[in-house]
């Protein structure tokens, strides 16, 4: 609960919050992303080889490190989205909202009845049960923050009536599939790309709502693009991609030095 509120206040605060991705499925990862001191990190079960045992190990391991996590699911289901909040991250990741009602539905599987549709069987989010049922019936709502990700043009679109549904914490963009909504998938410097990532942007700040956007990359221009739009959370840094890079960097690096050493021999 603290962990998610912090996030929240800084980002309605206009302060930064900076955040680093994980896809490789090793939780000393995660830990290792909260020791170097980054704001929250993404848990990605979309797009990779997550299963629910590992996600937890790495919920725990943001914990340990001293960040925030955050776990995308892999689809607007409550079936997906009930074992994830049992695990008790400081925020969930609902993709692909792109209308009201879709974002409606995906706070719905977030929230107890009479408000919501949520089974009820805490694990860790309860403490294992030595929170008492009454504490933790009173605080889950502010425990973890229900992000919305716009992946659409459609969801640019309706961005207004996406924001006015009660319950939505946060605006992430999704960059590649935004684009691909578009028929650009990928360019996602393409100037009519651009004028949604625009668009979404003067919405949110118009409404006060705080947002985001994820940017597994290495393009320093990309970063510079959305900070100068105001975002308030964004996450730039991946395993990926950084081994990807550091790896190749060395690797230059070495047959260059080798390549050096025989023109001078």
Request: aromatic share 8%; glycine share 10%; net charge negative.
């Amino acid at each position: 609960m603290v962990k998610a509120q912090k996030i929240l206040q800084k980002a309605r605060n206009k302060e930064l919050v900076v955040g680093a991705h994980v896809f490789f499925a090793h939780y000393e990862i995660t830990e290792a992303f909260g020791f170097m001191g980054y704001d929250f990190v993404w848990i990605d079960g979309e797009h990779s080889a997550f299963d629910r045992e590992k996600i937890l190990a790495n919920i725990i391991a943001a914990n340990s490190g001293g960040t925030a996590s955050f776990v995308r699911v892999a689809w607007n289901d409550p079936v997906l989205i009930k074992p994830i909040l049992e695990m008790g991250p400081d925020g969930i990741i609902l993709p692909m909202i792109s209308t009201a009602e879709e974002a409606r539905r995906a706070v719905a599987a977030c929230t107890y009845p009479p408000d919501g549709i949520r089974g009820f069987g805490p694990r860790r989010a309860n403490r294992y049960g030595t929170m008492a049922t009454d504490e933790y019936l009173q605080n889950v709502n502010q425990s973890f923050l229900r992000i919305m990700q716009i992946e659409s043009y459609q969801g640019v679109e309706n961005l207004e009536e996406i924001m006015a549904v009660p319950g939505v914490d946060l605006i992430m963009v999704g960059p590649n599939d935004l684009s691909g909504s578009l028929g650009l998938l990928g360019q996602t410097r393409h100037p009519e790309v651009m004028k949604y990532f625009d668009l979404l942007a003067e919405k949110c700040i118009k409404a006060n709502m705080p947002f985001g956007t994820s940017l597994c990359t290495s393009d320093e221009e990309s970063i510079r693009d959305w900070i100068n739009r105001g975002v308030d959370l964004i996450g730039c840094a991946d395993d990926l991609g950084l081994v990807r890079t550091g790896g190749q960097q060395r690797l230059a690096f070495v047959h260059e030095l080798r390549k050096s050493k025989n023109t001078q021999a």
